[in-house]
């Protein structure tokens, strides 16, 4: 027993000693290629040594991609609503082979639905509702929400109006140099950040880091181990993993640039799971790129409103934005270009709209 023990300890220590070694060697490849690229070599080591390879952003990122691009998920849970039913959809698998589409046709005219074969949203909840109308509700048309209702609540609206009674002289000043009225910003920052109460759960550093090492096969393989992957799906994965890589890369140089500049310690700045930072949610590269010193204190800080707020006017300018821009139609593509979201750009909008209708009977 005590040799087995001993035998059982010294495996779990070979495996850790195992696992660090593996994660040195990650980081190192990025070393190399960063102090290459210029950045002190000390100071990179120094940083990685007090980070830890976080898999979430990577498989966030990775997976919500696959999901949209395959629907694999949403397949195979519909192939198994069939089955139950009856309709025989072939392997239960996330495949949309000849069978499920048959069976999905099949269950289409039986239900009184758009025959095409399509695994959509809609037959999904038609699936889920003739499993169970009890538990399941109704199902709707197979659309996307028109806003983010959240935003539109009684306290983020709240929030954002007494930002906006708390920064009016910025406010002014940012509609002055770049010509975007109050509601607009303070919408954006609302949907962004809480008008700064939020800035983002993760360390940008590390969350940007972990992200550079999505071209790892040997990191990225087992979080797909759930899924059937075909020879499509496999090449699809090794060159969106390469690209989200690639992007990643930059922008962990560029927050590494900027850090310097704001002299702020890269592993002490938060932001979202894919390294979007400071009050205006700007990527690095935007950091480096549109960054404006609106406080007059020599630095272009995306942590400070002032600042925040004219790198945002900057951005949004260089971006289409103009003095006199009140066509909805044409602020909505100018933000677009801050997300690249529908629903966002519809969300700023009609935050701003409740913004003007509080500002009109000056009350929060």
Sequence with gaps: MVIMNRLLFQIVIAGLLSAHLFADAQWSSLINRLEAEGHSRPRLEALFRNAEFDPEPVRSKLISSFESKFSATRILKIQEGLQALGYEPGPQDGLKGRKTSRAIRAFQ???????????????????????????????????????????????????AWEFWQENRKALGQLRKDFGVPEEIAVAILTVE??????????????????????????????????????????????TRA????????????????????????????????????????FMPTNAVRFGVDGNSDGIANLFEVEDALSSMGNFLKANGWRAGLSSRSSQARVIYRYNRSRTYVNTVLAVAEKLIEMEACGAG
Excluded: C
């Design 242 to 281: 390469n690209r989200v890589s690639n992007w990643a890369y930059r922008e962990l140089s560029a927050l590494l640039q900027y850090s310097e500049q704001i002299a702020l310690d890269p592993l002490e700045i938060p932001g979202s799971i894919y390294g979007a930072i400071g009050v205006s949610q």
């Design 109 to 159: 005219r039986d239900h009184h639905l758009p025959v095409n074969g399509r695994a959509s949203r809609e037959v999904l909840e038609s699936v889920l509702y003739a499993l169970d109308p009890e538990n399941n509700p109704k199902p709707q048309p197979d659309r996307k929400p028109a806003v983010y209702r959240s935003m539109l609540q009684e306290e983020r609206l709240s929030e």
């Design 193 to 238: 950040t809480r008008v700064g109460r939020y800035l983002g759960e993760k360390k940008a550093f590390v969350s940007l880091a972990s992200l550079a090492l999505a071209s790892d096969s040997n990191l990225v393989q087992p979080m797909f181990s759930g899924y059937a992957m075909t020879r499509e799906r496999q090449n699809w994965l090794r």
